[in-house]
């Protein structure tokens, strides 16, 4: 009965991809929805390969060619994003292409698309400041008020230098990301296991000097999607060193993650709120988080107490998403999920569909239904 219920679920994201497989052809879909409904954008937003992984998803998880198709011509447009450096100077390189050039590569062997990442991974490197050991999140590398600014959301970044290492056999990537991780679970992680969003370091002496938030509700508080980049970021570089210490920083944001969600599987959008409806819940933090949490439990060993756990609550998670936060009852939407918040303080996409969410609400149901080889 439960197979049966995430195979409707999944149904569901498939019927929605579907109705914009040709509306996002030449376009991708802004970061958030506009009254439930995706405009259609240039490859310029950070979040574009949320679209192009879940055609990865859909092709994965049915066969069908039309999805492959779909994926694979969106790939000359990474491919020119980065030779022309259109709108690169992020981290979040690790996200665009990880989902596409990536997906693309680790699926069907295709050589265009491992250089494609390559080039990629070269732009997310020089991004490194070695004095201070980190990834600066976004900004011109030589502007003071920018400088040094390392973020949550950065650890799902990381394997995009873990995988050009592998890739290339050149050892830098590899080293930048385990410098970079380390110096997140040092300063971005709190006592309590909460999370500063972001933190500032001095790129000249490697200081630490202090964290605030940019999405969050306050600087001490724990903006949700932070916690969740948290929860699945630390994992993934577990992955890839085999550091213990990072399985067990995943575990303890998990633990309070899950201390902070409300009955219905949905967090709010910053975990200091648990109740009430003053504040809007984000669907997309959920939705990141039970992925976390089902690598997570994959991860663990049979003998720890916590695999179970984190294995049923993420499948809760996903469970009260599909039955509670998809837009079924929205016929006009092309989204998937609702009830999203990009960025509260700046006013942006507040109680909306978010693509990220869609995806990983997507890959989490994918991941229950097949035995999915990450893209990460």
Not at 167 to 187: L, N
Not at 290 to 317: H, N, V, W, Y
Not at 330 to 357: F, Q, T
């Amino acid at each position: 009965m439960q197979r049966a219920f995430f195979e409707e679920a999944a149904r569901y994201v498939l019927r929605q991809i579907d109705r914009s497989l040709d509306v996002f052809k030449d376009t991708f879909p802004a970061p958030a929805s506009q009254n439930h409904i995706y405009p259609g954008i240039a490859n310029v937003e950070w979040t574009s390969s949320f679209w192009t992984g879940m055609l990865w998803l859909a092709y994965e998880l049915t066969g069908a060619g039309k999805y492959r198709k779909a994926a694979e011509y969106q790939l000359a447009s990474y491919r020119r994003r980065a030779e022309e450096e259109i709108a690169t100077d992020t981290h979040d390189l690790g996200f665009l292409y990880s989902l596409s050039a990536i997906a693309e590569y680790k699926i069907t062997g295709n050589p265009a698309a491992k250089d494609t990442a390559l080039k990629a991974a070269d732009l997310l490197a020089k991004r490194y400041f070695p004095k201070a050991g980190i990834i600066q999140a976004w900004g011109d590398l030589n502007d003071p008020e920018q400088c040094g600014r390392m973020i949550i959301d950065c650890l799902l970044n990381l394997p995009l230098l873990y995988w050009a290492s592998e890739a290339s056999g050149e050892p830098r990537y590899a080293e930048y990301a385990r410098t970079h991780v380390r110096q997140a679970a040092k300063y971005l992680v709190r006592p309590d296991d909460t999370t500063y969003h972001t933190y500032y370091m001095d790129v000249e002496t490697g200081e630490p000097k202090y964290g605030n938030t940019h999405q969050g509700y306050a600087d001490d508080s724990c903006w949700a999607r932070g916690q969740a980049w948290g929860i699945y970021g630390f994992l993934l570089s577990y992955k890839y060193t085999g550091d213990a210490e990072l399985i067990r920083l995943a575990k303890r944001l998990s633990h309070y993650f899950l201390s902070r969600t409300p009955e219905d599987g949905v967090v709010y959008w910053d975990l200091v709120f648990t109740s009430g409806k003053e504040q809007e819940k984000d669907s997309s933090a959920s939705a990141i988080a039970a992925c976390g949490m089902l690598e997570l439990a994959k991860q663990l060993p049979l003998t720890d107490p916590d695999k179970r756990l984190f294995e049923d609550q993420a499948l809760s998670i996903l469970s009260g998403l599909a039955q509670n936060y998809t837009t079924k009852d929205i016929p006009e939407s092309n989204g998937v999920l609702k009830h999203a918040v990009y960025n509260k303080p700046r006013g942006m996409g507040i109680d909306e569909c978010n693509i990220w969410g869609d995806y990983y609400y997507f890959e989490g149901l994918v991941r229950v239904l097949t035995s999915w080889r990450l893209y990460w």
